[in-house]
């Protein structure tokens, strides 16, 4: 097949990462290699960005991709490949490790989800992949007989696996079976198989990638060093444009957990996360990395080095009733490296009656040091609009912030665990928000003193989810004092745990 080269050297280097990067002096070459019969792709050219997280970031499109098998590739086709992510077996005892890392399922019939969230931007296409997992109700690995359903009331069961990927494109993979789901139990590790191969077990655990290949016809695993799979959109979404096939294979170093860096990291709901009430409970797992390696895409290869990237996930009984979501981790702008989490939800507290309480906070992670916004050390408010505008702005003991994006993109209908209808169209996402973000430190009085972070973004994902949206949300977190006066206690409970491990909670 007769391919075309071009070379862009329209890129700046970008700000060298203070853990010990190196920044290059040389501009990184980026390179987009399509067919003769593909005529989807037009260069642009590239205005020179300062992202977090990056010390060289080459990216390489390559189209014409043929529907693919997930077998290991061959001598000759790799002679082609000119990124080779290198797998590396997760390690015990990793420093960027968060609380909430495990699978969290308990072996018991309550009505229960889990869903992790993984993301790769790439700033020099203004393209991302987010990848979407979900498993409900594990206890029924497969789908309810009419006397379980009797013994235990309607429930929805399966995986899912989606992906909202480049050109604001969509695939969905989905299974009311689960006997195939595997998930670590303090480890952020998970995998599942739609499609063995012949005469191959699936695997029931984190295995070497040409060991999933030869197993694995359609399916995933994920771990936070690693990133592979394939899965076959099943045509179930009539919404919008979808692919009919996705592959990947990529490896990631994590930078940012949830937390300063070099200290102990946080769980991002306090620690009463460790315990079923207050739910569904969230946990970012990574709030930066740098991931290398190749996503296949609608017959293009995206292949990337040092992208930024990112992980989080939730889990218990549902959904909040009603939620806004905003993250970002390519920024201009940023002397030193950022990464936001931003979210909100109206989700039920725990008791006889359905009483809601308004939830929500602001992660920001700059130049290693964590600024933390959470009802328990200070007041939240927001400004959400049905679609296209997000506000937030937090105050704590010492510092102030705000940030606001908008979007003219339409947005993308995604699937999320529900109790009435199972993985079902719940929310809207865009990776293609612009979002302004600033941090002030605090003077005496609630004033604003010194701003210490002013930057900007054409790449942030946002989202509203759930509802009713019948208008503009406005809110402020509305945290019970002595929810919010045990939130303040530093109970660590991994700590204690580790004193008595067989008491551990999955998922801690």
């Not at 290059?24 to 987009?32: A, D, W």
């Not at 991002?268 to 739910?279: K, M, R, S």
């Not at 009802?375 to 105050?395: D, H």
């Not at 303040?488 to 745990?497: A, K, L, N, S």
């Amino acid at each position: 097949m007769e391919s075309k080269i071009y070379s862009v050297n329209e890129l700046h280097h970008f700000s060298s990462c203070y853990i010990g990067f190196r920044s290059l002096n040389s501009k990184p070459t980026v390179k987009f290699s399509r067919s003769s019969t593909f005529n989807g792709f037009s260069l642009r050219p590239l205005r020179p960005l300062r992202i977090g997280f990056r010390s060289k970031s080459p990216i390489i499109a390559c189209s014409s991709v043929a529907e693919s098998k997930p077998e290991t590739l061959s001598p000759a086709d790799k002679s082609s490949v000119s990124v080779n992510p290198v797998y590396v077996p997760t390690p015990a005892n990793r420093d960027t490790r968060t609380p909430h890392s495990g699978y969290h399922f308990d072996g018991t019939t309550r009505q229960f989800f889990e869903g992790w969230y993984f993301k790769v931007s790439i700033p020099e296409r203004r393209q991302s992949f987010c990848f979407m997992y979900s498993v409900e109700n594990p206890a029924f690995r497969k789908k309810l007989t009419q006397l379980e359903t009797l013994q235990h009331g309607p429930r929805f069961t399966g995986v899912g696996a989606q992906i909202l990927g480049a050109y604001d494109k969509y695939i969905c993979q989905y299974t009311d079976e689960s006997q195939n789901f595997w998930g670590s139990r303090h480890e952020l590790i998970l995998g599942n198989t739609f499609l063995a191969n012949k005469d191959s077990r699936p695997p029931s655990k984190e295995v070497p990638p040409q060991e999933f290949n030869r197993k694995v016809l359609e399916g995933f695993q994920v771990s936070p060093l690693w990133h592979q799979g394939f899965i076959r959109d099943d045509g179930r979404t009539y919404y919008t444009e979808t692919v009919k096939t996705a592959r990947w294979e990529y490896s990631t170093r994590p930078i940012y957990g949830w937390g300063n860096v070099g200290s102990k990291q946080k769980s991002t709901a306090g620690w009463l996360a460790a315990f079923p009430v207050f739910e569904p409970h969230w946990q970012v797992g990574m709030a930066g990395g740098l991931s290398t390696g190749w996503i296949e895409w609608d017959g293009e290869r995206f292949e990337f080095q040092n992208a930024p990237s990112y992980s989080e996930k939730n889990w218990g009984g549902a959904f909040p009733r009603k939620w806004f979501w905003a993250q970002c981790n390519v920024f201009e702008g940023a002397n030193g490296e950022v990464a936001l989490t931003a979210a909100g939800g109206l989700r039920q507290l725990p008791g006889l009656t359905e009483t809601y309480e308004n939830a929500a906070l602001i992660g920001v992670h700059y130049d290693g040091i964590f600024y933390e916004f959470v009802p328990w050390n200070g007041v939240l408010s927001w400004e959400i609009a049905q679609w296209g505008f997000w506000y937030i702005s937090a105050e704590n003991e010492t510092h102030m912030v705000e940030l606001e994006a908008t979007t003219n993109d339409a947005g993308t209908t995604l699937r999320a665990p529900t109790k009435e209808a199972g993985l079902a169209p719940a929310c809207k996402d865009t990776c293609f928000g612009d979002l302004r973000l600033k941090i002030w430190e605090k003077n005496y009085g609630s004033t604003k003193g010194k701003l210490i972070l002013d930057v900007k973004s054409d790449m942030a994902a946002l989202e509203v989810g759930g509802g009713p949206w019948f208008n503009t949300w406005k809110g402020k977190t509305t945290t019970p004092e002595v929810i919010k006066s045990a939130l303040q206690v530093p109970v660590d409970v991994e700590g204690i745990f580790g004193l008595t491990p067989f008491f551990k909670p999955p998922g801690l």
